[in-house]
């Protein structure tokens, strides 16, 4: 099949391989080639253009609640700290693993589902690196509101959401589709409504056809139907679109590539900088050629001796600096903790402030493919009457100790059941 200039190739996981389609979000995309191959390393044949792909349900694990606020400014932190209170938030070194979508909001509350991107092995990432990356699951418009089933890489996989958006979804535990397989959808979709994140349990699901002798038979529909307890039915499976914006996720191995490439790009910038200084003043001061040479030539073999010592010092520095939020105890947890609890103004006798929750982030955050160290305290507190909590909010910024940090001390809020006077403050050290 012939491609147009301009066209995005989207590498998608098909039923028993991945599959490559061609086009534009304007026009639509058709397949251009699949495969029965299961790793995306075995793919070849991409046509010219951009290659994006989208991730494989099994890979990703998909994670909503609701939020009480609709300031989005505030929803990246709150599914980070979803994620770490879930336990599944991935180590700080792995890349651009994690990010969130706002599924819905009301007047005072935001659902929102978090997804985390699990390690990837040798093998799943192509030989060409992806412009972009995002989920099939988002890549596959999904019924309003009804179940989607669908075969991905070997794998049953189901999902639920509407089109363009996708609440939850997951792979299913076994390589069957049955009565166990409807069961495990219907206690993952039971959680959810149970969670308040679903209004009502959906009434139809929709296994998606491949049209290749993998697809569900008559007799494991019949069996699916009876464990999942909804009205099941089959249709040809959509084409895939590609989301707007995408994801920001980001594997380990191409964010450490890219970096390489702008490390690379800055020093030949560099270089190039330094060489055509260096013929401006010859040229300015009219040197005698043959020393220009001689010189030239002195600094070409110095550079060829002091590169891999150079490189090596680069490469020294950089490891260092990735273990900063390692090595400066200052930032522990445990220091952070002593230093907010002796702003306090509780006295030995009497507990005007009681500390509720504290959480500390002292790891790397990626801000336009740079790395910088994110540092933040955030405290949520409570007291009986609010005569000391301004002092609390004083005594934090005006602690020698804690001067790093820029505060955030919002008005305490009095919770109308209990009584008590609630508060959040949020300290910033990024840098």
Sequence with gaps: ?????????????????????????????????????????NVSGYPAGQVNMALPVRQISALPFK?????????????????????ARPALDGGQLTDHFVFGTTEEESLLTAIVLNPLKEGHLPTCSPAAFDLSARCLPLPNGDIAVWRELGRWVFGIGRPGQAL????????????????????????????????EFPQRAVIWTHGSATDARPEEIESFTRGIGIQVSEQQKPVPKWPSPPSKLLPADVRAERLAQKNKRNRNIGIAAGVALYLGIVGYF???????????TLAQQNLASLGSDAQQLLLHEEKWDELRPVVEDDYYPLEMFLRTYRALPNTKDERFIRIKSASFINQ??????????????????????NTNIPKFSGNLKSQDDLSEFVWNTPPEVRDKKSGLWNFRYEGDATR
């Design 1 to 41: 099949m012939s491609t147009k200039k301009g066209d995005l190739n989207l590498l998608m996981p098909g039923a028993d391989g991945w599959e490559i389609w061609t086009g534009t979000e304007l026009e639509g995309f058709r397949l251009h080639s699949s495969t029965e191959t299961l790793l995306a390393l």
């Design 67 to 87: 939020a009480q606020t609709t300031d989005l400014s505030l929803l990246s932190d709150l599914a980070s700290m979803h994620l770490e209170q879930s336990g």
């Design 168 to 199: 939850y979804f997951q792979c299913l535990s076994g390589e069957r589709l049955d009565d166990r397989a409807g069961n495990e959808v219907r206690l993952a979709l039971t959680q959810l409504q149970i969670q308040g994140l679903l209004e």
């Design 286 to 296: 009219a040197f005698n050629l043959r020393q220009v040479q001689n010189e030239a």
């Design 364 to 385: 790397f955050k990626e801000v336009d493919q740079s790395l910088v160290v994110e540092r933040k305290i955030i405290i949520d507190g409570t007291a009986e009457d």
